[in-house]
Structures are given as C-alpha cells and as structure tokens.
C-alpha cells in the first residue's frame, strides 16, 4: 500500500462522481486523502442539454472538459478517462477493463476504492459493468483493503418518493456521511455537468429536497480484507 492515504475511485460516465460520493471526495481530499477517478465512457451517449449546448459529435469532449471542471471544484485529482462506448460498457472484454483497473491500482496503490455496486444505483447497465469490474480487480488487488458501493437507504427512497433508486434496506448501509461542509463545492462538481441538467430533475427541486437527498453521502461496504482500518472508519454507522 502507498504511505499516502489514497482512494481510487471508478465509474462508467462524467457525473457519475458527483452526485452520490462528490461530497465525500471533497473532504477526503481536504483532509489529505489522494483522491483518485477513473472514469470509463466519455459520456457521448449522454444529453448535449435542453437548450443544446454542443453538437452531438461534440459532446465527448465537453462531457469530459466537464469532469474535469467537477474534479477541480471537488479537490481531487484530475480525472483518468478510458475510452469505451457509452453505453455498451458491459460489452467491453472483462480482461482488458479488469487489466487496466487493477494497472491504475498498482500504480496507485490505494487503501480504499470506490464504484457502483451489483444494482448500479440506478439500474443502468454501464453502472452495474463497471461495478462489476472494478469488485474484479479488487479482488485481484492484495494490497487495497476495502472497497465501497454508494447507495440510498430504503427510507430516504421512501421519504422522497423515488421509487427509480435500486434502495438498499438501511441496515445494510455501513457508512454515512455528512457533506454540509462541502455542499458548495458539490453543487458546484453538479453544476460543471452543464450538459446533464436537464436531465437532473434533483437539481430543479426545493433546497429542502436537494438537502434531503444530496446533504448525506451513503455507501455499502461491499468487501473488506482482514477487518484492517482504513480513514472511511470516521464515519461508520456499524
């Protein structure tokens, strides 16, 4: 492991690292964390926004000019782009994806990584591939000691009525983290995503709903290595 406290954080498209864990990314790294992304797609097959502010052959580019302007806003490193094709990620060779997951591991070496785990979140076919190859890798990396799955706890889904969530019961979250220290740097990584607003209903609710369902970062811890401690223990519901 790297005597720097580093997290490497994988997901499918740019955005994806901002509205579950952005928050937590942000005081991680304020605290001294190496904050890692490694982002699969570039997103092209994603909105150009309503107005449309790109052409369509455009918006790889602008999807990931933007990641890296919600990177910044978070603290973090600068983002690590692969190339697959937004939206048939789970077409991709598990052994090449796996490969250079586990290469940016090594290279890394982090105490903690971070993705999508087995119900993506949301559902969505790219978020449960990538999941599904980074809990690969991780299996293969001895040296990373635990990895997480942002999640939504079944009452939180309940309360705000988004029955669209893949909902975890709330025993099974294992971390829960307040971000009101970082809620204008978050805002902020979402805001970088110009392109997706549109279809980010969250970001046209009441403050109110957007406090309730983005001023709490939850994750699931998926796997652990030896019950080692790691700087995500601070915020351990169980």
């Known amino acids: 492991m790297s ?29 001294g964390v190496r904050v890692q992304l490694l982002t699969a797609t ?3 097959a994603g909105s150009c926004g309503e ?33 697959y094709e937004d939206g048939h990620l789970s077409e991709a060779a ?37 999941g599904q190859f980074a809990a690969q890798a991780f299996r293969f990396a001895d040296d990373v000691i635990a990895l997480y799955t942002p999640a939504v706890p079944q009452s939180l889904a309940a309360t705000l009525d988004m029955t669209h969530l893949r909902a975890v019961p709330d025993e099974a979250i294992t971390l829960s983290v307040d971000v009101s220290p970082v809620w204008e740097s978050k805002l902020a990584a979402i805001r970088c995503h110009a392109t997706q607003a549109s279809s980010s209903p969250i970001m046209r609710a009441p403050v109110e709903r957007q406090r309730a ?26």
Not at 3 to 23: I, M, N, Q, W, Y
Not at 51 to 73: F, G, K, S, T, Y
Not at 96 to 106: H, Y
Request: hydrophobic share 40%.
């Open 3 to 31: 005597d720097v406290p580093t997290l490497l954080a994988v997901f499918a498209h740019p955005d994806d690292e901002s509205f579950r864990c952005g928050g937590t990314l942000a005081l991680l790294a304020q605290r």
């Open 51 to 83: 107005p449309p502010l790109c052409r369509p052959d455009e918006l790889p580019i602008v999807r990931e000019r933007e990641l890296r302007c919600a990177c910044a806003a978070l603290g973090i490193e600068p983002p690590l782009v692969l190339d």
């Open 42 to 44: 570039r997103g092209q």
């Open 94 to 130: 598990p052994q090449i994806i796996v490969a250079q997951i586990l290469d940016m591991a090594d290279k890394l070496r982090p105490q903690v990584m971070l993705t999508f785990g087995p119900d993506g979140l949301s559902g969505h076919p790219d978020h449960i591939a990538i």
């Open 213 to 238: 369902f983005l001023g709490v970062e939850h994750f699931v811890q998926a796997y652990i290595r030896n019950d080692l401690p790691t700087f995500m223990d601070e915020w351990r519901t169980r």
